[in-house]
């Protein structure tokens, strides 16, 4: 199982990217599915998460700007962003809580993470 992230880039304030998230490999189900960032210096912290059944959270510093979504048939996840600060300049990294087909149980699974640059 691979999850793959991509769609990060530079962007001027204001500005909007759309990031993706894809699972891949024997793939049995997929629970609930994050974005998370991690900013130099600071810690990895939450931006938004997404159940299976399409429950939504975000953290306070992104609502109203970010919009996660997912789609079940094709295993993927995307964050679009819009109104960019440059206080969200950070690598955002993708995670699926999952089951593979050879196991009973789920577990989490982490992409390779992206970088978001906003800056003028």
């Known amino acids: 199982v691979q999850l793959q992230a991509s769609g990060g880039g530079l962007v001027q304030p204001g500005g909007s990217l759309r990031l993706s998230c894809a699972a891949s490999?024997?793939?049995?189900?997929?629970?609930?599915m994050f974005w998370y960032r991690q900013a130099p210096g600071n810690q990895r912290e939450l931006v938004a998460g997404i159940g299976a059944a399409g429950s939504i959270n975000y953290a306070d510093s992104v609502k109203g700007r970010f919009t996660v979504s997912r789609d079940n048939a094709k295993n993927t996840m995307t964050l679009q962003m819009n109104s960019l600060k440059p206080e969200d300049t950070a690598v955002y990294y993708c995670?699926?809580?999952?089951?593979?087909?050879?196991?009973?149980?789920?577990?989490?699974?982490w992409g390779q993470g992206t970088l978001v640059t906003v800056s003028s």
């Open positions: 995670k699926a809580v999952i089951r593979p087909t050879s196991s009973s149980s789920t577990y989490p699974y």
């Open positions: 490999g024997s793939i049995f189900s997929i629970d609930a």
